[in-house]
DNA sequence: CGTCACACGTGAACC
DNA sequence: TGGTTCACGTGTGAC
């Protein structure tokens, strides 16, 4: 009775699951079909349970996939990290909202608060926000010290009708970073019709019109974000 | 709602720890109890792959737990589900932020602008993906680092005042053609106030804003020049 | 009765 | 070379 699962398995796992473990790490596998039990009913009695059973693991799965590809920093391809780092995310909207809201209360109150531009050598802080210094228990856009990684301050990915997709990044101005980011997407191929580039006051703004499916969205997606990942650090930070 | 004690009961009876703690659903034992099979015959079998196992299902389960109590309004307990809201409750924090911040900019600088409001109302995406497998051949392709050099139709050098010059120069889109401009002026090491890139039909075009003096404007323009030569041919000192 | 969602142990594959 | 991560099938309890 096992002989026939494990023939079964074996199929499976040679026909639907090669795959090679970067990008796409675990299978959005489909297409199972025409394998049928006829018989035995007590000894096949799952048949029913165990595709079912698939169906929900599959289902997970594909929320897991779509989870991530909203997450913009994303640290690992694990489950359980990509899990935790949606919520670090969700940690860190949420009290950058309270921040902003804070600010925007700030604003409206009526501080005619001109900009006053100094020009340092340094970094220029963007005019907005960020420089609350709250305390230190929140490090999540304080990245690993490499030399200088690329800050993905936002990703939006979507779909314009046709065939035309529209990728909007914002990330943080540092050294290379514009290069890094040209470099992201020469490597990926895409069939660009037009991009944009802009920087101002400390962020890096990038457009880019691609003519692609509306189903390769998402894809598209986590390949960029796997693509800036992956050169920021080559290894894998750590995980808990 | 009130069904979450019936949802979870049954995980407390397998995953000891009689917490009274409300709201600690799916087994977070904390307690480490490493029992297994103390009679199996087989000897080593599993042994220590078992328990691995079951401290990682233990870690993703408390993830996804945590998971949940950063989104507010969580609709059912399921694992999909909880990551679905999960998602949507991402994606409405982004847009919600992105709008914030718009108001933010609108703010400061000042200049009443209309609020484009874009209600995305998706219920229920499903965000299928990759529906038909195909054959990833040609995925993970090298960058093949053609070298084809900078083809520069046009470069204008003026001084605008306030010690800014504006650089503004048009090439023939190319492969890396935007990496290696990016590259060009990131060598040069100015001081730029803000910078875009556009591509169009073919054509690329760059404006640069760049806080220097006026007398430096030629030789700014002899650097650029040089730099781009020197990028497309390393070897001869290349004519203007 | 069936369905649904889960935890479990297990073999495999990748460092 | 283990240590990890994963998909899989199965048993179980609740609806």
Wanted: hydrophobic share 35%; charged share 25%; aromatic share 6%.
């Amino acid at each position: 009775m096992e002989n026939i699962d494990e023939e079964y398995r074996h199929f499976l796992e040679n026909n639907v699951f090669p795959q090679n473990q970067e990008l796409n790490s675990w299978g959005l596998d489909e297409a199972f079909s025409g394998y049928y039990d006829s018989s035995s009913p007590d000894g096949a009695a799952s048949s029913k349970n165990i595709v079912s059973e698939r169906n929900r693991r599959k289902k997970l799965n594909e929320r897991l996939f779509a989870l991530r590809a909203v997450v913009p920093n994303i640290s690992k391809m694990d489950k359980a990290s990509i899990v935790k780092d949606a919520i670090e995310y969700i940690e860190h909207l949420q009290e950058q909202q309270k921040n902003i809201e804070a600010e925007i209360m700030e604003l409206e109150s009526g501080m005619p608060n001109s900009i006053n531009q100094n020009y340092d050598f340094d970094q220029e802080l963007p005019v907005l926000l960020r420089s609350k210094k709250k305390r230190p228990d929140q490090l999540y856009d304080s990245v690993t010290s490499t030399n200088s990684p690329i800050e993905l301050l936002e990703l939006r990915v979507t779909y314009m009708g046709e065939n035309t997709i529209v990728v909007s990044m914002t990330c943080s101005k540092r050294t290379d970073t514009m290069v890094k980011l040209c470099e992201v997407f020469e490597s990926l191929n895409l069939k660009i019709i037009t991009a944009n580039i802009t920087c101002f006051s400390g962020k890096l703004l990038k457009t880019v019109f691609i003519q692609a499916k509306k189903e390769d969205k998402d894809l598209l997606q986590i390949k960029i974000q796997t693509a800036i990942a992956a050169l920021n650090d080559p290894l894998s930070p750590m995980s808990i």
